[in-house]
């Protein structure tokens, strides 16, 4: 079956960087639409980027534009979240989803697959 698994999480400073990875096996990860989903203590799930199946296509959140760059590798069959100028309000647990379409969508209720979630926390 397909199973997502995210790394890259950790505790980092206002302002500083990091890099979420998610790797995808058991099924046809060139034909996914992949996305990148966040959810922070007492809030609700909230759509933060996503990419079409041969990454010419990519959507962002209004709060990240500009600052998170969503890739995929489809050789390898990864995606990566590129995140810059973190803020405390990007702290949640973040989660890879996979969606068979080649469209975008921003609704998690279309995203078949998820990852267990890897934590980024942003201190101020």
């Known amino acids: 079956q397909v199973r997502l698994v995210e790394s890259g999480g950790g505790l980092v400073q206002a302002g500083d960087s990091l890099t979420l990875s998610c790797v995808l096996s058991g099924g046809p990860f060139s034909t996914y639409t992949m996305g990148w989903f966040r959810q922070a203590p007492g809030k609700e799930r909230e759509f933060v980027s996503s990419?079409?199946?041969?990454?010419?296509?990519?959507d962002y959140t209004d709060s990240v534009k500009g600052r998170f760059t969503i890739s995929r590798d489809n050789a390898k069959n990864t995606i990566d979240l590129q995140m810059n100028s973190l803020k405390p309000e990007d702290t949640a647990t973040y989660y890879c989803?996979?969606?068979?379409?080649?469209?975008?969508?921003?609704?998690?209720?279309?995203?078949?697959?998820w990852g267990r979630g890897t934590q980024v926390t942003v201190s101020s």
């Open positions: 989803a996979a969606r068979a379409s080649p469209f975008h969508s921003r609704s998690g209720f279309v995203y078949r697959y």
């Open positions: 990419i079409t199946w041969n990454g010419g296509s990519t």
